[in-house]
């Protein structure tokens, strides 16, 4: 089956414009033709990476290629070893697009599919749905309760739920078939659970409360009350929203299968066999655990399977904000531009002392910004320098979107991330010699399953290692050519990602604030222009309507005095100059303008009225406001 193999490199192999492409949508049918043909399809399922290869053509923007995949490894769920294969592929999937967590980028697509006006979204939504239940519902999940709880806590974490609302209202009846069937499912494995838990209320995974509320009811009058409440007090201590501790909330996720005991502990209980019956669960749990053979290596084992991913997903992002910079850095033509730009002024204010120099240190770039003018304080050689490039090279103010992984480059420690990985390798070369040694020394216990749930993780992570291996060295590779190409030593003692970078990013930050800061100080000149001949034309404006108050004024005597200014009259023609007042009369020349302003005003607000009115009409209430609005 040489084609397979073919077919598969090309799919590894793909640049970002070829995974778009009609072309990846052939390979990926041609792969889907061959697996129509039993003998084709185990093959594929054969193939070590096979399924995983097909997995990784998730990452794309086309919803053509999405539902095929989506659509094949649905499929490959329901054939016998499929649905393992399928749930190990979306491990992979998750380190090879650097997601948070597995499945984010399926629900995110499901999420987006609602706002597309694309003709594939309804077939894109029935294809998740119907993937998503084919992995719940099927081999694991058939039997399992705790597999489809897991399993489905995954979706729900991910916001499925409220996707899932809106996605009914679409009413396609194809659609609705899924909805009904992750529905009733989901409300099934939940009465079954609350049965075993012994409680009357659903359990609401996403209220904190509500969890803790069963927690301690479900640990009350137990040894293990005693140690949730130190876990929750040590939960308490630790900082939130602080990408440092991150890895702390992740390692509490996973803590439980770090608790070994000692050699002495267990030496300890063994001599006290005779007082067995007074032993506290925790201890007899140590006990037993002692009698499964190489049980310490065995768990250090499992615990690596459980950590790996989030280990790797640390890294590879570190890995590639360094390599992409250097990349960036020695590919920016803005930036050659702007050095060369350094340099000409550098020459010209030293002319004389050490003028015509060639190159300059990345360490003197920053001084830039502490050289102040001699004539106002709040200008530096930064702010000169941003005038001119605003006059002569007005691109190279952009630079920041040609470096966009600086920021992130420049706090990494490649000391820690090199610590990290050789850790890894280590961990991963301990879980290959507890491998051997099972495989030389098979267990007698049928239900030992230590090589088969271990065996295909290890082949799968030595790929991944290997790959990431690939990876370091060639970041190295770059970081070394870019400190070479600006002058840097590369063998120096001080060399790190974190302070070559850091010349980059705060030089980057200080012109930028020193652009926005220009254009403030322009502003408010330009405000204080402007305030000045506004403040000339109010003069001129008073001057004016003093003269049109005189000029009314004039008009009112002139009307006041015909008829002769009879007392009789006097009243009438009161109300007369009243009348004439009111109606703005005298000041028609001076008014006009205003008053027709008023008027297309008034008729305007009259237009939004009316509609603010229909619309208040068209609420529940009445109102224009919902109850729940208010606050």
Request: some cysteine.
């Amino acid at each position: 089956m040489n084609g397979l193999e073919y077919l598969l490199d090309f799919l590894r192999s793909m640049n970002n414009d070829v995974r778009q492409s009609q072309l990846h949508y052939i390979i990926l049918g041609s792969i889907k033709a061959l697996m129509n043909n039993s003998d084709g399809r185990a093959h594929v399922l054969a193939h070590p990476t096979g399924i995983t290869v097909i997995a990784q053509s998730l990452k794309t923007n086309n919803n053509k290629i999405k539902i095929l995949t989506l659509e094949i490894l649905g499929a490959v769920c329901l054939v016998p070893g499929g649905h393992k294969k399928v749930l190990n592929s979306m491990v992979h999937f998750q380190q090879f697009a650097c997601e948070r967590t597995r499945f984010q980028t399926v629900v995110m697509d499901l999420a987006r599919s609602l706002d597309e006006d694309d003709s594939d979204s309804a077939a894109l939504q029935v294809a998740v749905l119907s993937f998503l239940n084919a992995l719940i519902n099927y081999k694991a999940g058939e039997e399992s309760l705790e597999f489809r709880l897991h399993l489905r806590y995954e979706f729900l974490m991910l916001g499925i739920q409220p996707i899932i609302a809106r996605l009914r209202f679409l009413a396609i009846p194809q659609l609705i078939k899924h909805i009904e069937i992750f529905e009733f499912v989901r409300i099934e494995d939940e009465k079954e659970f609350t049965a075993q838990l012994n409680i009357m209320e659903r359990v609401d995974y996403t209220n904190v409360i509500n969890m803790a509320s069963l927690l301690q009811k479900k640990t009350a009058y137990t040894p293990a009350y005693v140690n949730l409440v130190s876990l929750l007090y040590h939960c308490l201590l630790l900082p939130v929203g602080d990408p440092n501790y991150d890895k702390y909330w992740r390692l509490i996720d996973r803590m439980l299968l770090k608790y070994v005991p000692t050699k002495e502990e267990i030496e300890t209980l063994r001599e006290n066999l005779s007082e067995f019956d007074s032993f506290s669960r925790a201890d007899k749990f140590m006990l037993e655990m002692s009698n499964v053979p190489r049980y310490d290596k065995r768990l250090k084992a499992l615990s690596f399977t459980k950590t790996f991913n989030d280990r790797i997903t640390e890294i590879r992002p570190a890995i590639e904000d360094i390599t992409s910079s250097c990349h960036e850095l020695l590919m920016s033509d803005k930036l050659r531009k702007l050095l060369e730009v350094i340099l000409a002024f550098g020459n010209i204010m030293n002319r004389g002392l050490r003028g015509n120099a060639f190159g300059f240190k990345l360490s003197s770039l920053n001084r830039i910004i502490d050289t102040k003018s001699t004539t106002d304080n709040e200008m530096t050689l930064l702010h000169y320098l941003v005038q001119m490039l605003e006059a002569k090279f007005p691109d190279v103010l952009t630079l920041e979107t040609d470096l966009p992984h600086i920021n992130n480059a420049c706090k990494v420690d490649l000391v820690e991330l090199e610590k990290e990985f050789r850790e890894i390798k280590r961990e991963l070369a301990n879980i290959k010699e507890e491998l051997d040694y099972h495989k030389a020394n098979p267990s007698d216990e049928e239900s030992d399953n230590f090589v088969a749930a271990v065996e295909e993780f290890a082949l799968h992570s030595a790929i991944t290692v290997r790959e990431m291996d690939h990876f370091f060295r060639d970041m190295k590779e770059q970081f070394f050519k870019a400190l070479h190409y600006f002058g840097e030593d590369p063998k120096g003692k001080d060399q790190s990602p974190m302070k070559f970078f850091g010349v980059f990013s705060k030089f980057l930050k200080s012109l930028s604030e020193a652009h926005i800061h220009l254009i403030t100080m322009r502003r408010k000149k330009e405000e204080e222009e402007k305030r000045k001949k506004d403040e000339e034309q109010r003069k001129v404006d008073t001057l004016k309507r003093r003269k049109a108050r005189q000029q009314a004024r004039l008009s009112l005597m002139a009307s006041t005095s015909e008829g002769g200014g009879a007392s009789d009259d006097l009243e009438g023609n009161l109300d007369e100059l009243i009348a004439r007042l009111q109606s703005g009369e005298p000041w028609n020349n001076y008014h006009g303008k205003k008053r027709n302003r008023r008027a297309s005003s008034g008729s305007t607000l009259s237009k939004v009225w009316m509609q603010v009115s229909r619309e208040r009409m068209d609420t529940p209430d009445g109102n224009g406001i919902q109850q729940d609005e208010v606050s």
